[in-house]
């Protein structure tokens, strides 16, 4: 499919970014253990990362500051701008969260905010330590739980990249992106159990010009989730394994939220529960998702291959029986492959109220080798546009 100008507006600044990166002139060092910060994994070196952190912030240039190899612990913890001068944050080490979700005053482990050309890198691991959490967390079933703890939080983040970092076991989110413009995740690795709750990839809201690139997830919720008010969200060449898939949504739950230009590509999910996934909630509130494109994508083993859910409604939050008010259009499936965990591989459930518009699905070749019968799709007022070899036969 042909790039358009907006696309390739936004990949070529994704690449100008790293290349700025890459090749800036470092100005300034400044090493954690010089403020204080012990790799003996027991003692917080949130004041020694705070205090290099603030020193590097206000100092022009572009500054380091450096987190070396080696197991660190640290508590809550707050990095913030405006910083006069470009800023990285290269973690070489492991880093441990508080085990005990209780310890919390809030809900986030280290938060980004304000930030304007930043990068995070280094090849180092923030580790979550979120065994004891999941067995806690009744968020599904429970609308006034306490939420715990997200390990990273990119708050209003602009014109950054992250690169060469590996997020393990996280208690809730791995990442939440707010407020986002023109920040590239680049060989970003996510683990967690495929058993962990609510362990959401990357979630993304209100933010434009995303890129995801050459990453791993392979976690216990959705890889990456795409909430309201996004916009040229692009993600290429990522693995994504036994969670809950790549989900647009779930939209119109608290208020009417819209969406757009979202860009799935050359990407393969294993064992996951869906695969590529529209979901909207029944009977509240509207909003719009368009011009979303998933494209080039192998399935192996996956359930819900290809899903457009527009009666999502989880622990029955809601009345299914009221058909959803949110609007989806201008949507193509193109070049998707493989096998099917169970016979219906593509299912469109889309609203009575509000019919799919311009779906188009060309060259789908999914398999099923089960009990269930032959590989089929299940289609609701949808009429979708249908092109080249179709397996299994749509609508």
């Known amino acids: 499919m042909k790039m358009t100008t907006l696309e390739t507006y936004f990949s070529l600044t994704s690449l100008l970014l790293l290349f700025v990166f890459a090749g800036r002139v470092q100005s300034a060092v400044f090493d954690v ?24 912030c206000s100092a022009k240039g572009s500054n380091i ?18 910083c006069k001068g470009a800023m990285e944050l290269q973690v070489q080490g492991t880093l441990l969260a508080p085990i005990n979700p209780s310890s919390y005053a809030k809900n986030s482990w280290i938060t980004f905010a304000y930030i304007d050309q930043f990068k995070l890198s280094g090849g180092g691991t923030f580790d979550g330590q979120g065994q004891v959490a999941w067995k806690q967390n009744t968020c599904g079933r429970n ?4 939420r715990l703890p997200v390990s990273l939080r990119f708050d209003f983040i602009t014109n950054s990249v992250v690169q060469d970092v590996t ?14 413009k023109n920040l590239t995740f680049d060989r970003f690795t996510i683990t967690a159990p495929g058993d962990s709750v609510n362990t959401d990839g990357i979630h993304i809201g209100h933010s434009n010009g995303i890129n995801i690139i050459n990453s791993n997830i392979a976690t216990g919720d959705d890889c990456i989730s795409i909430g309201g008010a996004s916009e040229q969200i692009r993600i290429t060449n990522v693995r994504c394994g036994h969670g809950h898939g790549i989900s647009v949504g779930s939209l ?22 869906n695969g590529v996934r529209i979901k909207t909630w029944p009977a509240l509130h509207g909003g719009m998702a368009s011009d979303m494109h998933f494209e080039d994508i192998m399935m192996k083993n996956v359930r819900n291959p290809i899903i457009i859910d527009q009666m999502y409604c989880p622990w029955n939050q809601c009345n299914p029986k009221l058909p959803s008010k949110v609007k989806i259009s201008n949507v193509t499936f193109k070049n998707i492959r ?20 311009k779906v188009e699905l060309a060259d789908i070749n999914l398999t099923y080798g089960g009990k269930e019968g032959p590989v089929k799709s299940l289609c609701a007022n949808v009429k979708p546009t249908l092109k080249g070899k179709l397996t299994p036969t749509i609508c």
Do not use: M
Request: proline fraction near 4%.
């Open 252 to 273: 119109g739950k608290t208020t009417d939220e819209f969406v757009s230009g979202i860009f799935v590509r050359n990407c393969t999910f294993y064992d996951t529960d």
């Open 65 to 82: 500051v450096v987190v070396p190899k080696g197991t660190y612990s640290i508590g809550l913890t707050d990095l913030n701008g405006p």
């Open 143 to 146: 609308p006034k739980c306490k």
């Open 33 to 56: 253990k010089n403020y204080g910060g012990k790799a003996d994994g027991k003692s917080d070196i949130s004041k020694a990362l705070l205090g290099a952190w603030k020193e590097a």
């Open 338 to 357: 493989g096998s099917s965990a169970i016979a219906v591989a593509v299912r469109l459930n889309c609203s009575s109220s509000f019919p799919c518009q």
């Open 167 to 180: 997020s393990l076991d996280s208690k809730n989110f791995h990442v939440n992106l707010l407020g986002g």
